[in-house]
């Protein structure tokens, strides 16, 4: 369930529970003998967090992730999040990437001498989604596991959610590109991706012919010929689905 929070209070309390904290007794510890006030040293710049910048670097992260509070922490008392909690993995994770991409822009600047160069964010790899991986992918990866139906519906999904964001590449080319790796050994989770991409691009040549192929790879010839007719009338120049038509007629009338 998506909570809905005040970005800028969540993201105030989140930054205070990633700097240190002096003088604070965590829950059960024994009260500390308390130093005499003229010991005590004064607030400097290197121990006192600025905290506007770190809630800004927070506001950073989540819009790169394209996630809340909740993504890293953890519910507390009172329906409110409990920004100190360790309990969630994804916190030390987000740690732990925060100091790759700080390597990385060191390397970086190293290469480049004195020209400038163009930082890493979290932004340059997650394009505004949790997990960044690349749309072909995540088709391959669910035909393999739960079939074409799954992958066309998981498509489309992420279609309706991220079209015209940074996120994902729908380009046309990358789905057929994605299909035809598998098309051979797997027509009927290809036919069902290639009829779905034919939703979104009904004036393509190159898919109508594409799908013809697995026509073919499913002995379903009358279906390929019918899908090779519809890609000539959508351009008369496509012939690599002019000679497949040809050979599959020239194939019918010798069975018949």
Do not use: W
């Amino acid at each position: 369930m998506v909570r809905v929070l005040n970005p800028r209070s969540c993201l105030l309390v989140a930054a205070l529970a990633i700097v240190p904290v002096v003088g604070v007794p965590h829950a059960g510890a024994q009260p500390a003998t308390q130093a005499p006030a003229t010991q005590a040293p004064a607030p400097t710049a290197a121990t006192t967090p600025n905290i506007v910048a770190v809630v800004d670097q927070m506001r950073i992260f989540s819009e790169a992730l394209g996630v809340e509070c909740v993504f890293c922490h953890v519910d507390g008392p009172n329906g409110r999040l409990n920004y100190r909690s360790e309990g969630n993995p994804r916190k030390q994770v987000a740690r732990s990437m925060i100091a790759l991409t700080a390597d990385i822009n060191k390397m970086v600047d190293l290469g480049h001498g004195d020209t400038p160069a163009t930082p890493v964010t979290c932004r340059t790899c997650h394009r505004g989604v949790p997990n960044p991986r690349p749309i072909a992918d995540i088709v391959r990866r669910t035909v393999e596991h739960e079939g074409g139906l799954a992958a066309a519906a998981e498509y489309r999904r992420l279609r309706q959610t991220f079209f015209g964001a940074e996120a994902y590449d729908f380009r046309e080319d990358t789905l057929l590109g994605t299909v035809q790796r598998f098309i051979d050994g797997r027509p009927d989770d290809a036919i069902e991706l290639l009829k779905m991409n034919l939703e979104f691009h009904p004036q393509s040549s190159r898919g109508y012919s594409t799908l013809a192929y697995a026509y073919t790879r499913r002995r379903d010839d009358a279906s390929a010929i019918a899908a090779l007719e519809r890609a000539l009338e959508l351009d008369a120049d496509n012939n690599t689905a002019r000679g497949q038509l040809e050979q599959l007629r020239r194939y019918q009338r010798r069975r018949e």
